[in-house]
């Protein structure tokens, strides 16, 4: 019966999508006004309380639905997946990574990265290595984990080959079926309820193969009005555009764009593509500025090959 409670309670909870937060005393008291012999009284009920529980809960999404290209070997190739607490309290979480049957090859050396910052952007120098029990991530209410999944590719595979990857992350609280008491388990001390994740949620990606890949790496240099590199009012700042294509074979269409940032204003008839100065207009050369982003349209490729592209802007 105490369980039935419980269940009864976290579907009132998500029905009327309450985001009280988990240990938020709620209390409640009644009054009675009346009157005799011309004199107005005003009585109270005793003071009913109750302290809300913690529904456990969270979401785990793939950035790249689509899969991630790799080269036949490869190494260091990044799976992002994002991780949300949409429970009503703090939670950790432990995270696990896993081959997945149904297709023609196992990446190798799997391991898991967090991102630090959050951008989405794996960076070694920076993004620790998760290590189960150690560096948990803790998320509070409506908080985001972005992690990486790291994997080498193995050679001799043919292109359109397919590697799956899963990745779970659980509750460090508890798991199970919905609506599953665990008493003392919630933020504060309260219970906690599982919710419908179950407390464990796994999600799926995956490489494919192919004989050619394109990377971008990009690189600036800043130069201010004193000459030296301070970026303040007035400096400008020189982009650099490494766009490598590995493998073998015929990249076609290849098209580069980058947006001006903001609190800066485009340099005119900066465009630069392996030395040579572009057109800021839309015309017969491979550039053209559309007033928020320069574009670079570099057509068919043979791959292996480095291009570089170059523009400026000035700090406002």
């Given amino acids: 019966?105490?369980?039935?409670?419980?269940?009864?309670?976290?579907?009132?909870?998500?029905?009327?999508?309450?985001?009280?937060?988990?240990?938020?005393?709620?209390?409640?008291?009644?009054?009675?006004s009346y009157t005799i012999g011309g004199s107005t009284n005003k009585i109270f009920s005793n003071l009913s309380s109750f302290h809300v529980l913690e529904v456990l809960d969270h979401t785990l999404v793939s950035n790249h639905p689509s899969g991630v290209l790799s080269l036949t070997p490869d190494s260091s190739k990044v799976l992002s997946f994002t991780l949300t607490n949409i429970g009503n309290g703090q939670d950790s979480y432990v995270l696990s990574p896993s081959q997945m049957g149904g297709d023609e090859f196992d990446p190798t050396n799997i391991?898991?990265?967090?991102?630090?910052?959050?951008?989405?952007?794996?960076n070694l120098a920076v993004d620790p290595l998760y290590i189960p029990g150690?560096?948990?991530?803790?998320?509070?209410?409506?908080?985001?984990?972005?992690?990486?999944?790291?994997?080498?590719?193995p050679s001799s595979l043919?292109?359109?080959?397919?590697?799956?990857?899963?990745?779970n992350a659980s509750s460090n609280t508890g798991t199970g079926a919905v609506g599953t008491l665990i008493s003392g388990?919630?933020?504060?001390?309260?219970?906690?309820?599982?919710?419908?994740?179950?407390?464990?949620?796994?999600?799926?990606?995956?490489?494919?193969?192919?004989?050619?890949?394109?990377?971008?790496?990009?690189?600036?240099?800043i130069l201010d009005p004193t000459g030296?590199?301070?970026?303040?009012?007035?400096?400008?700042?020189?982009?650099?555009?490494?766009?490598?294509?590995?493998?073998?074979?015929?990249?076609?269409?290849?098209?580069?764009?980058?947006?001006?940032?903001?609190?800066?204003?485009?340099?005119?008839?900066?465009?630069?593509?392996?030395g040579t100065i572009l057109t800021d207009l839309l015309d017969?050369?491979?550039?053209?500025f559309d007033g928020t982003q320069v574009i670079f349209n570099l057509g068919n490729q043979n791959a292996p090959k480095t291009i570089q592209a170059k523009f400026k802007v000035e700090v406002n």
């Fill in 185 to 221: 388990g919630g933020d504060g001390g309260v219970d906690a309820l599982i919710g419908s994740a179950q407390g464990s949620v796994d999600e799926e990606s995956f490489y494919y193969i192919s004989q050619t890949t394109v990377s971008v790496n990009k690189s600036q240099k």
């Fill in 111 to 122: 391991r898991i990265y967090l991102d630090l910052d959050n951008n989405n952007i794996f």
């Fill in 1 to 32: 019966m105490r369980v039935l409670y419980h269940l009864i309670f976290y579907m009132f909870f998500v029905e009327l999508c309450l985001a009280v937060p988990a240990n938020t005393l709620i209390q409640n008291q009644a009054s009675a």
């Fill in 158 to 167: 043919n292109s359109g080959d397919e590697g799956k990857v899963s990745l």
């Fill in 284 to 288: 017969l050369d491979a550039g053209n």
């Fill in 228 to 274: 030296h590199n301070a970026p303040s009012k007035g400096a400008v700042i020189t982009y650099t555009l490494d766009i490598e294509l590995q493998g073998n074979g015929l990249i076609k269409n290849a098209r580069l764009s980058d947006p001006i940032p903001s609190g800066t204003t485009y340099v005119p008839g900066s465009m630069e593509l392996e």
């Fill in 134 to 153: 150690v560096n948990d991530p803790v998320l509070s209410i409506g908080g985001v984990q972005n992690i990486f999944i790291v994997s080498d590719i």
